[in-house]
């Protein structure tokens, strides 16, 4: 079997914390007499913590000093600590820790590609930390998704060539980052909304150790 690197957004795809980005942002956002809905909080996936921000803002159309913008994000993310501080293995996502182990079984080697400043202490709350060879996150990137730094930065980790990465994500930002760096990029979620993948997958129960073992002997280029 040949070596490929496999990437793992997290947000969405190990686990769905998305429910508590939600939370913390609808508390932070009526605070200061903006609404926030579900469909809003669509939009924020796989975008920073200040892209995020920026964007309720806007939505809202305020503007704020740059302390205050500052004290919003701190308050926002406090909260939400709160809600990662009470996570624990029953939270990830189906089926991914039978990927993540079929993978390691075999000598792939794997990292997560994530925008959170939070990935770390999210993983070790859900008890994954340790089969990750590679944590790139929110903390080691300048550029946001769709800009693929955070997939090519794991790939050096990893010491791959990225055109022998696989990239598994739930935002379409995170599939264009993918595709742009070259890599298969595989969308868990919706085929309507993840049109740019080059596979889409509902969840990691329709991905079969049949398919994994084909994407090892496969290049982007020639997958069809
Ligand atoms: P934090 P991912 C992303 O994670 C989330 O999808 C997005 O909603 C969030 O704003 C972003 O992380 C930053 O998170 O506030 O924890 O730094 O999907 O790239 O794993
Ligand atoms: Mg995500």
Redesign the pocket.
């Known amino acids: 079997m040949n070596k490929k690197g496999f990437i793992f957004?997290?947000?969405?795809?190990i686990v769905d914390t998305a429910k508590y980005h939600f939370l913390a942002w609808k508390k932070l956002a009526n605070s200061i007499d903006i609404d926030f809905n579900l469909e809003q909080n669509e939009q924020l996936?796989?975008i920073s913590r200040v892209h995020s921000l920026e964007k309720i803002l806007e939505w809202g159309n305020k503007t704020l000093s740059e302390d205050k913008f500052m004290e919003l994000m701190a308050r926002k993310n406090n909260d939400y600590l709160n809600y990662i501080d009470q996570m624990d293995e029953s939270e990830i996502l189906p089926d991914v820790t039978k990927i993540l182990e079929y993978l390691k079984q075999q000598n792939q080697p794997i990292a997560l590609g994530?925008a959170s400043k939070n990935a770390r202490a999210i993983l070790k709350r859900v008890k994954l930390i340790k089969k990750f060879d590679a944590i790139v996150d929110g903390n080691d990137v300048s550029k946001a998704k769709p800009h693929p730094e955070v997939f090519l930065n794991a790939t050096r980790a990893l010491k791959i060539n990225a055109k022998d990465c696989v990239v598994f994500?739930?935002?379409v930002a995170?599939i264009q980052a993918a595709n742009i760096a070259n890599m298969i990029s595989i969308g868990i979620g919706e085929k309507s909304i993840l049109k740019e993948a080059d596979f889409v997958f509902k969840d990691f129960t329709e991905i079969s150790i049949e398919f994994l073992n084909k994407l090892t002997n496969v290049e982007k280029k020639v997958i069809q």
Request: aromatic share 0%; no cysteine.
């Open positions: 957004d997290l947000d969405g795809v996936k796989g994530s994500e739930d935002s995170g």
